[in-house]
T-cell receptor, first 112, second 113 residues
Framework: GENVEQHPSTLSVQEGDSAVIKCTYSDSASNYFPWYKQELGKRPQLIIDIRSNVGEKKDQRIAVTLNKTAKHFSLHITETQPEDSAVYFCAASTGTASKLTFGTGTRLQVTL | NAGVMQNPRHLVRRRGQEARLRCSPMKGHSHVYWYRQLPEEGLKFMVY????????ESGMPKERFSAEFPKEGPSILRIQQVVRGDSAAYFC???????????FGPGTRLTVT
């Protein structure tokens, strides 16, 4: 089955700096890669996603890149703000209506 | 448009009791997924259902756990004879099916004493 690895497990940046979180996946059939943000005690919130026919996608300060050949994808957050502090999870799935396999999460802390 | 609803939000059960967790998907969504999150860990897939059908239960423990999504009413995840190791947050997510995005409910935090 699919295996998703995520790095780093913790990341501390200063406000205004950029943050990058990287994930690798094992199943070449995976074609949908969402990212979720989870604040303490809250639900995972979908923040951005990318499909395998696209190499990069941007939404304001957030961008995701996908390298199908290397089987890795990354989340980039620019101009970080304290409210970006949370745990971020990457995930992968092999179809439009199939289960998500999650990475182990990255705890991002944005300091003033 | 109301989001995914789950109840109860918190559930305390003694060892050996049964736990029933409910999930109502977003309006227009016919696909429901259940995930389990242990403290300080990621989310693990348990089961994927459509109305009246279990599509994928590859993540479901073979014993004590069952799930359903009846024609009418919410999806239910049932855990029989709970043990301390069942303590976790259980999230359901729903999807319209055609595009892949899954939207999560607030979760049910199960504590087994």
């Amino acid at each position: 089955g699919e295996n998703v690895e995520q790095h780093p497990s913790t990341l501390s940046v200063q406000e205004g700096d950029s943050a990058v979180i990287k994930c690798t996946y094992s199943d070449s059939a995976s074609n949908y890669f969402p990212w979720y943000k989870q604040e303490l005690g809250k639900r995972p919130q979908l923040i951005i996603d990318i499909r395998s026919n696209v190499g990069e996608k941007k939404d304001q300060r957030i961008a995701v890149t996908l390298n199908k050949t290397a089987k890795h994808f990354s989340l980039h957050i620019t101009e970080t703000q304290p409210e970006d502090s949370a745990v971020y999870f990457c995930a992968a799935s092999t179809g439009t209506a199939s289960k998500l396999t999650f990475g182990t999460g990255t705890r991002l802390q944005v300091t003033l | 448009n109301a989001g995914v609803m789950q109840n109860p939000r918190h559930l305390v059960r003694r060892r050996g009791q049964e736990a029933r967790l409910r999930c109502s998907p977003m309006k227009g969504h016919s696909h429901v997924y259940w995930y389990r999150q242990l403290p300080e860990e990621g989310l693990k897939f348990m089961v994927y259902l459509q109305k009246e059908n279990i599509i994928d239960e590859s993540g479901m423990p073979k014993e004590r756990f069952s799930a359903e999504f009846p024609k009418e009413g919410p999806s239910i995840l049932r855990i029989q004879q709970v043990v301390r190791g069942d303590s976790a947050a259980y999230f359901c997510a729903s999807s319209p099916g055609g595009r892949g995005e899954q939207y999560f409910g607030p979760g049910t935090r199960l504590t087994v004493t």
